[in-house]
Nanobody, 122 residues
Framework: VQLQASGGGLVQPGGSLRLSCAAS????????VGWYRQAPGKQRELVAA???????NYADSVKGRFTISRDNTKNTAYLQMNSLKPEDTAVYYC?????????????????WGQGTLVTVSS
């Protein structure tokens, strides 16, 4: 299983970006998705998640501005980011809980995407 994150870039304050995280391989099911970010000199923090039980969770700092979603037919997760602020500048990572097929049956594991840089600056 591999994850490919994309969609980062340079955007002005108030702008929007959509991050994508595409999973490939012998995937049976995506169980949960999380988007994290790490700014320079800071710890990695959870930004948004779709947990196994469903629903969505957001960090207080992004509520009302970011939206996490998933497309099970494409094995892809998204993070729509609107009204971006300079403090949103960070490397964004996806983390996906996947059930995948092996020769012995089904297994579960977490995978991290490679990170995509979001820079919010005028």
């Amino acid at each position: 299983v591999q994850l490919q994150a994309s969609g980062g870039g340079l955007v002005q304050p108030g702008g929007s970006l959509r991050l994508s995280c595409a999973a490939s391989g012998s995937i049976f099911r995506i169980n949960a998705v999380g988007w994290y970010r790490q700014a320079p000199g800071k710890q990695r923090e959870l930004v948004a998640a779709i947990p196994r039980g469903g629903g969505t969770n957001y960090a207080d700092s992004v509520k009302g501005r970011f939206t996490i979603s998933r497309d099970n037919t494409k094995n892809t997760a998204y993070l729509q980011m609107n009204s971006l602020k300079p403090e949103d500048t960070a490397v964004y990572y996806c983390n996906v809980d996947i059930t995948f097929r092996t020769s012995g049956g089904l297994e579960i594991n977490y995978y991290w995407g490679q990170g995509t840089l979001v820079t919010v600056s005028s």
